[in-house]
Structure formats: C-alpha cells, structure tokens
C-alpha cells in the first residue's frame, strides 16, 4: 500500500484564499438580510495585538451554516482581488492568452464600497501611522513602534527623502542617498630615478619606489521614480549621481607625475617660473628653453642655501608644502580635484510580459555596468543605452546596451564629456538553475570599436598610440598617428553552487583586428582566450578557495597574429582583489612608455592606460594559482587571507620590447591579508584594512634588475632587486 499524496501547496492555498473570500461575501450579506440586525458591529478601542479577540464578542453574529458562493459572485460582491485570486482568476488566464497583461481596476473599492466587514475606507493608504505599541517596560529600545509620523528624511525611520511614502500623488518617490569612500595607499613599485634624480648620487636606472596616496571620492545621488517601489518594476527612474574626487599623492622620484622639468603644476606657458632670484635669465611664454645671449648667472644655484638669492627650492615647492624638503617639491607631490556627473540615465519601463512581473525596460544616459560576475571585460560607467528584463519567472534575464565612451581623467578616472571615439556593443543573457539548481549560466558578446586617435593625459604623456615599437607620423607635422582597433568577445561564465562547492567560472575567445600594433610594427589579427576558475567550500563561517587564471600569450611578435589576451575596461574581483599586491598595482615596463600591467587588472597588456589607451593584443600574457580563505569572525567583523603564484604564458614580447634576450617566466609569489569591519552591522559604516606582499622571482628579476655591475663610488646595492614590494591599504566608507 503505498503512502497517502501529501497535499499540494497550491492547492492548499487556493482553499485558504477562497474560504476568506466566501467568508467576507457571507458576512455581508448577512449583515445586509439583518443577521445580527439591532447590533452594531465595534472596532477595538486599543490596538490589541490578538484582533481575533473582540472587546464585545455579542455583537458579533454569524449565520450557523454558510454556503460558499462562486468565486466570481464573490469578486463581483467585493469588489477587488487578492494577488492569488489575480494568478487563477480565469478573466486573468484569457488575458495571459492573448499575451496582454493589466493591472485590475477597482470601481467599488474607490467608491468606498465592497469593503470587508469592519473596515474603513482610506483615501491615502500613506496617510495611515503604523500603530503605537509598546512591548517593553523600556520605550528607549522601541525604536520601530514609536515612530508614528513620516519624517522628512532619516536612515531607520519612514522618511519622505528616502522612497518610503510618495513626494507626490500616490506613486512618485525619492530617494537621496550620499556615500563618501576615502582610501590610504602606501606602497613599492618599480620606477625610473629620472634624468635627474631627487638625491644625489644614484647612478642607479631604477629609484626609490616608494609611494603614499590618499584620496576621497565624495558622491550624492538622487532618485526620482514612479512605481509600486518592490511590488513590481518601476514605471519610470531618473537618476543622477554626482562625485567629487580629491587625491593627493607623493612620490620620491622625479619625472613620475609629469615629464614637464618645471613640475605638475606647470600646464601651460602662463605658469614661466621666476628665476630672478637666483640671478638666471628669465623665461619667456614663447619659449622656456635658456636663453644664450649675453649674460650669466648671477648666484650659484644651491637649493640647500637659505638666502633668498640662491634658494631655488622655494621656486621649486608645490602650492600646500609648508617645509623645505628636497623629497617634497612640485615634482615628487600632486594634488588635485575633479567634479564629475558619473551616472545621468532615464530608465523606462517598457511592458509587463507576464502577471508574474517578467517585463522589458530600457535606459538612456551615463550608466554603470558590468558585463559578467567579476568584472574580467568590461566594469564601467559611461554614456550608453540599455534594453533589459526577464522571462520565464525571473529564471532568464538578458541585457543589450551601447555604449559611446566619453573620455577619462588622468588623476580620479573619472568620467568627462569630452568623446573617446570608442563604441562598445554588449549583449548577454543569464539562465539561473541552468543544468542544476543554484548555478546561473551566462553567455555574451562584446565588440569593442576603438578609432584610430591621438591623446596625451593631463600629465603630458601620450597614451593613444602607445609610444612601444613603431609609431607611425604624420608627414606634416611629425605628429604620432593612432589606429582603428576591432575586437570581438565571445563569453560563456558561470556562477553559484553544484552540490556543496561553490563554483565561478569564466572563458572568453577574442577575434578581431588591429590595423597597425605598434610592438608587432604591423597590421595582425586577433585570436586569444581566457579562463577563470574559483571552486571554494563553506564550513561554518570559514570558506576555503582554489583558483585559477589564464590569459594566452603571444609567442611570436611579429607573425601578424595577436595571440595575447586584453580587455576593454576590466575591473576583476579575484585573488584577493584590492588587497592584493599584483592585482592592484600598474607595474611599468622598464625603459618604455606603457605598464607591464595596469592597476586592477590582472592581465599582462603592455598597454598605456587602461582607461585612456587602447587594448593591445600582442602582450606575454600570464597564468596565475592560488588558494585562500574568507572568515567570518563575528557578523561585524570578516578576514581575507591569499597566496598566489604568478607565471607569464610567454615571455617572447617582453624581449622584444626591452631588446634583450633574458626574461624568464616566473615573476614572483603574491600574498595579501585583509579584514572588513562594520561596527554597526550595517552597511553604513565600513573599514577595511589589508597589507599584500610580492616576492619577486627570476622573470621580475630580469625585467627589473637595476644595474649588473656596482658602481665605484656608490652604494654597494648596485644590482639587486628589492626582495619585497608591498602595499598597505586602508579605507573608510560612508554610506546614508
């Protein structure tokens, strides 16, 4: 005999909702035939939190047998639905049929008419005080029920300005929310000592790396939408988000923060230093070069004297430095700010596909995206348009976005109005308990359509072309000449659980062209891939990681084909993300004018900048292994833990760009610590703190040795490698 059939969940709740349903029809045509005629019916005097239980249970009266009646005579008498009685209602089916779907009108309900027994007609349901009710002895610790008034604006409370009750009507909301993110970097790099070095007697190539930077990104965002905030999708959104940057950095090599002698506060031929003090010829605007007419200095130049006539370093100081220090003039310290409209985008929505909220929207303006779990491709925010939605219950959901890119600064990366001459086409479409349940699939295209253009940062460094190989001239003017790139990314990623391993993958083919690569000093086609992979395992509150990363490599130069692989504007959460030594920093390549890597990015590009100059498929490429772990210590408190090795898939493009024949492949060992802290247990205060570290190994040590031979003379650490390079990061944010 086999077991009894449980009942279904839906059917159980069917019943339920047609009992309550026949129930209220009954009572109010009970009350209409006089049952209980003679006995009005009384609400409760107090709040009482049983409302089962009536102060006067006489005067309530119902008839001793009550036969249901049809469930559209019951509608008919009540006048509205419930959200269940809407998924079976047979009038919604028909409509489901004929693939339109509409929100049900009410005529009685606004009537003040057809409403349940003992209830009481409101015109604005946000009018209504949530109720007083005090259940402890303390009323201090009754933050939620005392509050009975819409405040104007307050983190916890109901309030006006963040989208509890309407600004307008019964449907338009706001939402202003502020955020200030500051963070404080300490770190090594390899750099140049310059022409001219900050101290005197280094004959070494390379300097001191050591850096410190702080900056503090301001931001306010407002929303302004119409719509049933989470019941359903809005029907439309206007969002802006304003931020303010301000980033100060020094350095203690010259030439790192601008290539102009006279400083990074020298833009233009307005700014022509003073010389008079020290008796040299003064600048002209026409031309800063010395002068070789007659005449001489008139004092020796010693910045170490204190007398106004031969003190130079005065001249030399940055704005904002209060003390005389070699290691602190206008080439070795910047500071600078810039406002910038980092998200301006209308969202629309387009139509409701089923009743259960599958729909269609678009946006137009400056809006952020990312095009897959972790950010590997693309992770911007710039001036586009974008048709989403969803299907099949929410399982499917899809993206089409454009995007016209607008152009970087220099110094926060911020977003300007200036175009970039960049069009980027992104499609991509999710599939959740693909396969299995809780593990999403993701397939998607990018194509990146970068013109050929000509660009020098706010520092006055060319970035578009890449100043690497060959640089092609225009015959006019000597001036470089940029070039068209097409790239093209197919992508198959994937997110969530199989069983217990957590799982989160990613593989892309790029296929393109690049018309002329400097490096390659030709036109080549593009053919490269990628691949990630992170398996991790809960238990308890600690979760244990294994990962993998592999970019391919350009084995050959200049055979036309650009095997290495590049992104368009990648940002990656992966081996540690910001804590991480090789993941965060942009290590230049000695001797050239592009980076061995950019900063957040784990690829080995050889580019310039990630954000103003363009991808470069002709690159070393890299494979990475790691493992590490995530800690929850306490709900406030949360460690990090990684150790990574570093590998390079191929080395030859590396030698050909350096001209010289060693360069191994191994370029070090990667370890980071960092904690998250919320001492609230929200998200509206959080400090987190890390340190990475990186040891160098053979192929660092090639790339990066500083002179082979000492140097009589000089200190005895001509030709070692710093053995360790760090960083220590700390950072605050606030959240309202």
């Known amino acids: 005999m086999s077991p009894p059939t449980p009942p279904n969940i839906f059917t159980l709740k069917r019943l339920v909702a047609l009992s309550c349903v026949a129930w209220a029809a009954a009572s109010t045509a009970g009350d209409s035939q006089g049952v209980g005629a003679g006995k009005p019916s009384k609400l409760p005097p107090v709040f009482n939190p049983d409302p089962g239980a ?64 003992l209830s009481t007609a409101v015109p604005n349901r946000w009018a209504v005080p949530l109720p007083h009710w005090q259940r402890y002895l303390d009323p201090s610790i009754e933050t939620p029920y005392l509050q009975e008034k819409t405040r104007l604006w307050h983190p916890y409370q109901q309030s006006r300005l963040k989208g509890d009750v309407p600004i307008f009507g019964q449907d338009i909301f706001t939402n202003i929310s502020a955020k200030s993110f500051t ?58 988000n304003v931020v303010q940057n301000n980033n100060w950095i020094r350095t203690r090599e010259n030439n790192l923060l601008n290539p102009d002698p006279r400083g990074s506060d020298v833009q233009d031929t307005n700014g022509v230093p003073n010389t008079s003090g020290f008796g040299a010829f003064p600048g002209s605007t026409g031309s800063f ?33 209060t003390s005389a220090s070699s290691n602190q003039t206008r080439y070795t310290y910047r500071q600078k ?10 969202e629309i929505h387009l139509r409701d596909l089923s009743d259960n909220y599958d729909f269609i929207s678009s946006r137009f303006g400056i809006q952020p995206f990312s095009s897959d779990f972790r950010g590997f491709v693309f992770s911007d925010s710039n001036l586009g348009a974008r048709v989403f939605g969803n299907a099949s219950n929410n399982k499917s959901q899809y993206n089409l976005l454009y995007f016209k890119m607008r152009e970087k600064d220099t110094y926060s990366e911020l977003n300007t109005f200036d175009s970039r001459q960049q069009q980027v086409f992104i499609a991509n479409v999710y599939r959740q308990d693909f396969l299995t349940k809780g593990y999403t699939a993701q397939l998607s295209f ?34 470089p000449l940029g070039h068209d790139l097409q790239s093209y990314y197919l992508g198959w990623t994937g997110d969530g659980h199989i069983g217990k391993i957590n799982i989160n993958h990613a593989f892309y083919q790029v296929l393109g062209r690049d018309e002329f690569n400097q490096l390659a000093g030709r036109s ?19 979760r244990w990681k294994f990962s993998g990363f592999y970019a391919s490599g350009d084995s050959n130069p200049t055979d036309g084909v650009a095997r290495g692989f590049d992104s368009i504007i990648d940002n990656p959460v992966f081996f540690g993300g910001p804590f991480s030594w090789y993941a965060r920093e942009g290590i230049s390549l000695p001797g050239t004018g592009v980076n061995l890597k950019e900063r957040n990015s784990l690829v080995p590009s050889l580019r310039t ?18 493992a590490g772990t995530d800690v929850d210590v306490t709900p406030k408190f949360r460690a990090f833990g990684n150790l990574n090795y570093v590998h390079l898939a191929e080395t030859a493009a590396v030698k050909y760009a350096l001209q010289t024949d060693k360069a191994r492949s191994d370029l070090g060992v990667d370890a980071s610590v960092g904690v998250k802290y919320r001492p609230f247990l929200t998200e ?5 703190a890390g340190v990475g570290l990186f040891f160098p190994g053979g192929g660092y040590r090639d790339m990066y040795r500083q002179n082979t031979v000492q140097v009589p003379g000089y200190d005895s650490g001509s030709g070692k490698v710093d053995p360790c390079l760090y960083n220590a990061l700390l950072t605050l944010t606030l959240n309202y």
């Open 54 to 117: 009536w102060n006067d249970p006489s005067s309530q009266t119902v008839a001793d047998t009550v036969s249901p009646p049809p469930l559209a005579e019951a509608i008919r008498t009540l006048g509205r639905l419930t959200p269940i009685d809407i998924a079976r209602e047979p009038l919604a089916a028909k409509e489901r049929a004929s693939g339109e779907f509409a929100a049900h009108d009410y005529p009685l309900a606004k009537e003040g008419r057809g409403l349940l027994n």
């Open 183 to 240: 963070f404080s970097e300490f770190r090594s790099l390899p750099v140049p000592s310059g022409v001219s070095t900050v101290s005197p007697g280094r004959s070494e190539f390379f300097g001191n790396g050591n850096q410190s930077l702080i900056s503090t990104d301001t931001s306010v965002a407002i929303d302004i939408f119409k719509g049933e905030t989470s019941f359903k999708p809005v029907t439309w959104l206007l969002r802006l």
């Open 289 to 321: 070069n010395p002068t070789i007419t007659a005449g001489s200095f008139g004092s020796t130049l010693n910045p170490a004297s204190s007398g106004t006539s031969g003190n130079v370093l005065d001249q030399l100081k940055n704005q904002g430095v």
């Open 337 to 346: 700010d810039k406002l910038s409209l980092q998200e301006a985008f209308l």
């Open 446 to 479: 990018h194509a990146n359509l970068d013109a050929d253009s000509t660009k020098y940062d706010r520092n006055g460094f060319l970035v578009r072309p890449a100043p690497l190989g060959t640089v092609p001239q225009n015959e006019a003017d000597g001036s």
């Open 524 to 542: 080549v086609s593009i053919n490269a891939q990628m691949a990630a992979l992170e398996l991790s395992v809960d238990k308890d509150w600690v």
């Open 609 to 626: 900048s990630k954000t103003q100059g363009q991808s470069n498929f002709v690159n070393p490429g890299v494979w990475m292994i790691g």
């Open 684 to 688: 509206n205060v959080i400090i987190s």
